[in-house]
């Protein structure tokens, strides 16, 4: 069972063939995993966290709910969470986000990690997947909307299984980070 521990600013990538299992854990408190799917057969059929949300009737991850792909196909299960505070409407965090927040990215952002994947597949449009945002919460105070810190406390986690084949990439986020630069804050495990 393939088990990698990512340092904020990177990614892992896994294959999933149908009941194979996937776990995003956190390794420190505040950081933030973003999430996509494609899939196996063709990576332009991508998770759709907007179509999810809507078949789903959720703006979270629940036990037991399926994220879906853009033409309505299930990619994954949710099969056991210890947290509930996820988001399924933010875009992966960005170069251009990073610099309108006034924040410095730690290594390479979900975005373009997600991104230099689609191009090695052939497909060098500029388009990424809006991801599963793990542990990542938007906050809105005093009328201005915001990123908020990571969800996470130290061994949170969220368990999901394949419900077709399909690649999935999972980045530690540049932006909601929790530990210090180049140490492990997310450990992803998979069936092989
Ligand atoms: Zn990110």
Known sequence: ????????????????????????????????????????????????????????????LREGMTLWSQEYSPLLRV??????QHDLALEACTPWIARALGNE???TCCWSSFRAWLE???LPEKWVPYPVGIFKQAEERDGRYGLAPGSSAAGDFV??????????????????????????????????
């Open 120 to 122: 090695q597949e052939g």
């Open 79 to 84: 099969e056991e969470l210890s947290n509930e």
């Open 105 to 107: 990215p730690v290594g």
């Open 1 to 60: 069972m393939p088990e990698v521990k990512l340092a904020a600013g990177t990614m892992a990538v896994a294959a999933l063939s149908p009941g194979d299992t996937l776990s995003v854990r956190a390794l420190v408190a505040g950081q933030v995993a973003e999430l996509v799917a494609h899939a196996a057969a063709d990576p332009r059929e991508r998770l759709s966290t907007l179509l999810t949300g809507l078949a789903e009737g959720a703006y979270t």
């Open 159 to 192: 368990r999901f299984s394949a419900a077709s084949p399909c690649t999935v990439l999972v980045s530690a986020c540049a932006l909601t980070t929790g530990g210090e630069p180049g140490v492990p804050a997310i450990e992803v495990t998979w069936n092989d």
